[in-house]
Structure formats: structure tokens, C-alpha cells
């Protein structure tokens, strides 16, 4: 602003001081200037490319989904149609149940104890039965030949029962019995302490 617009001493405005043309320059357009033309820096054909670009590739995805998706639609289209069906129900004669006849539950006998055969003192002879007593838990010795010297076959246990097949015969002061064992038919010799003879009942 060249002049300052406040009212001089004597109290007017020196209008011939006053440059209204450059004051009010800012706020609006003088006649005799004129409008700029806009200017364009894009050429019109890019913008118009672009579009057509983004349409053409628009299309081709849609043409591309229907072709991959025919065989469904084909198939939805072709699919069978539901129907309903009503099944009514057929009367049955009532059958009633029958009972069953009340079996009480039989009682399982116990198993037979094993009977231990009694013993007796009186003289062994050959026939008898005898069991093996007194030996420990070693048992007797089951030999092949009379004497303490023999081979021993094995031991036979306390309480088992064999049957006399031969004897007596005495050596190394022990009385020997010639016998047999019933599970599997071996003979050997046993001294006669460790036996009794079994009472039959």
C-alpha cells in the first residue's frame, strides 16, 4: 500500500495521494488483465490408454472365471431335484414279551483235597509203596547201584510216593531198596531210614 489511508489533520482523505489501482490489486482482477489460460502437462490419449487397459484386462478376468468354472455350473444346473417322500407306517400285531424261566445258580463243589497217604512203621516189602520221610528239604538221594558211592540219578522230594521193585540189600550200614518212580518208569535205589510204607485204605 503506497499511501496510508487515515484522514489528515484538517480531517479529509488526499484522494489525489491515494493508488486504488495497486491497493486493490489483491482482492479482485482489473479488466485489462488477461485470464491465464490453464495449461495441460499430460498429454489427453495417456489417460485415455490407461482406461482402456484397466477395461480390457477387467474383461479378461471375467471370461477367465466362467471358462474355469463352467464344469460347476454345468453340474448345479444338472443336479437332481429333491423329492419328498411320505412313508407311513404299517400296523404290527403286539407280541408280548415272553418270561424266562428263574434258573438259581448251582453251587460249584470244592475242589477234592488232596489225601496225604498215612504211613505206618510195619517192614517194607517188595510191591509195596513207600514215602520218602525225614530227608529234608535236600530230599533222598536216588541211586543207581546200592551204595553210597553209586551215581546219584537224582533227588527225590520230601513226601513223594514210589513203589518197591527190588531189595533189600544191605551196604555202607544202610538198608537199600531197588525203587520205581510211576511218573516215568526210573529205577534207582534208596536207603530204607528215609522210607515208610504207605497204608492202604
Request: glycine share 8%; with cysteine.
Amino acid at each position: 500500500m503506497s499511501v496510508q489511508k487515515t484522514p489528515g489533520r484538517r480531517g479529509g482523505v488526499d484522494h489525489d495521494a491515494i493508488h486504488w489501482e495497486e491497493d486493490l490489486r489483491p482482492f479482485t482482477r482489473l479488466p485489462r488483465q488477461p485470464r491465464p489460460a490453464p495449461r495441460q502437462n499430460v498429454p489427453a490419449w495417456i489417460p485415455a490408454l490407461t482406461s482402456l487397459v484397466l477395461v480390457g484386462f477387467a474383461c479378461l478376468l471375467v471370461v477367465t472365471f466362467v471358462n474355469n468354472n463352467r464344469p460347476a455350473l454345468n453340474t448345479l444346473a444338472l443336479a437332481p431335484t429333491a423329492t419328498l417322500q411320505i412313508v407311513t407306517p404299517t400296523a404290527t400285531d403286539f407280541v408280548p414279551p415272553t418270561a424266562t424261566p428263574y434258573v438259581p445258580p448251582t453251587e460249584t463243589p470244592p475242589p477234592p483235597t488232596p489225601t496225604v497217604p498215612a504211613v505206618s512203621d510195619d517192614p517194607i516189602f517188595v510191591g509195596a509203596q513207600v514215602k520218602v520221610v525225614d530227608t529234608g528239604p535236600n530230599g533222598l538221594n536216588f541211586r543207581r547201584e546200592p551204595t553210597r558211592s553209586a551215581e546219584r540219578i537224582r533227588s527225590l522230594p520230601e513226601g513223594s510216593v514210589y513203589e518197591v521193585v527190588g531189595g533189600p540189600t544191605e551196604a555202607d550200614g544202610y538198608t537199600w531198596w531197588q525203587l520205581r518212580d510211576p511218573s516215568d518208569g526210573v529205577t534207582g535205589w534208596g536207603a530204607g531210614i528215609y522210607l515208610r510204607r504207605v497204608v492202604q485204605p
